[in-house]
Nanobody, 113 residues
Framework: QVQFVESGGGLVQPGGSLRLSCVTS????????INWYRQSPQKERELVAA????????IYADSVQGRFTISRDNAKSTAYLQMDSLKPEDTAVYYC??????RGQGTQVTVSS
């Protein structure tokens, strides 16, 4: 059974940091690229970052370039999203996704003073 479990979200002040984790099981994690998306009621779903299967290539949305860092640990079947210098507009539900495999339920990130 394919599973994705995100954690690490919460309430943080502008300028703060959070580290999201996505623990997976049920498929060969190291064979797939991992995507982090975010979704808020006011905006369309946005691809925030993606990382190739062995971590050698990453891409970022312009809106998070230089502030967010995606990484992965294939031995632990886990992906991470380090988010620094957070802004109120980063408020959203963040979820990890593998194309044609599945996605998690997401973790809420709220940036507010």
């Amino acid at each position: 059974q394919v599973q994705f479990v995100e954690s690490g979200g919460g309430l943080v002040q502008p300028g703060g940091s959070l580290r999201l984790s996505c623990v997976t099981s049920g498929f060969t994690f190291s064979s797939y690229a991992i995507n982090w998306y975010r979704q808020s009621p006011q905006k369309e779903r946005e691809l925030v970052a993606a990382i190739a299967s062995f971590g050698d290539n990453t891409i970022y949305a312009d809106s998070v370039q230089g502030r967010f860092t995606i990484s992965r640990d294939n031995a632990k079947s886990t992906a991470y999203l380090q988010m620094d210098s957070l802004k109120p507009e980063d408020t959203a539900v963040y979820y990890c996704d593998v194309t044609r495999v599945g996605r998690g339920q997401g973790t809420q990130v709220t940036v507010s003073s």
